[in-house]
């Protein structure tokens, strides 16, 4: 009977000293932003950007960079 008492004793000790540290972790956590635990935040919409207009490629551009190209590849 003493030895389950005392096997419950440890048993009660280990908890307790378990939930000690898991506490002291969170308040030490909490008090200096160590980072053991993280924050949730929600994410800022992003702003919109203005659109550039670009200008048409225009057909004697277009042939050069083709022939550029034929020979880049030669």
Known sequence: M???ANGLARSLM?????VACSLSA??????FDAGF???ASAQEPKKERETRK???LRNN??????EAQVFAEA
Do not use: F, H, Q, W
Not at 14 to 18: D, M, Q, V
């Open 37 to 39: 635990i993280g924050n």
């Open 61 to 66: 551009i277009y042939e050069k960079l083709a």
């Open 14 to 18: 280990a908890s307790i000293l378990t």
């Open 54 to 56: 670009t200008p048409a």
């Open 2 to 4: 003493a030895a389950l």
């Open 26 to 31: 969170v308040v030490v956590d909490r008090s």
